[in-house]
Nanobody, 117 residues
């Protein structure tokens, strides 16, 4: 059974930092590109960051210079380090895995990140 389990969300003040994690099980993790998406209330889900199987990364313009995505294939984990958080970063953050050959994809259940004073 495939599972993507996000954790690490919470409440943080503007300017603060938070790290969210996604732990994968039931897949050959190293064969999957991993991404973080977010969805704010009343808005569409948007792509935040992606890390490919070879470690290349891509970040949305809105988070460049503030967020970092990384992966640990030994731990089947992908991390999103979020610094200099803004209220507009408030959203549910979702992890997604996409196989590099078959493009089969899986989603996590999401973790809430709230940036507020």
């Amino acid at each position: 059974q495939v599972q993507l389990v996000e954790s690490g969300g919470g409440l943080v003040q503007p300017g603060g930092s938070l790290r969210v994690s996604c732990a994968a099980s039931g897949i050959s993790f190293s064969a999957y590109a991993m991404s973080w998406f977010r969805q704010a209330p009343g808005k569409q889900r948007e792509l935040v960051a992606t890390i490919t199987t070879d470690g290349s990364t891509n970040l949305a313009d809105s988070v460049k210079g503030r967020f970092t995505i990384s992966r640990d294939n030994a731990k089947n984990t992908v991390l999103l380090q979020m610094n200099s958080l803004k209220p507009e970063d408030t959203a549910v953050y979702y992890c997604r895995a996409v196989h590099r050959v078959t493009f089969r994809l899986y989603w996590g259940q999401g973790t809430q990140v709230t940036v507020s004073s």
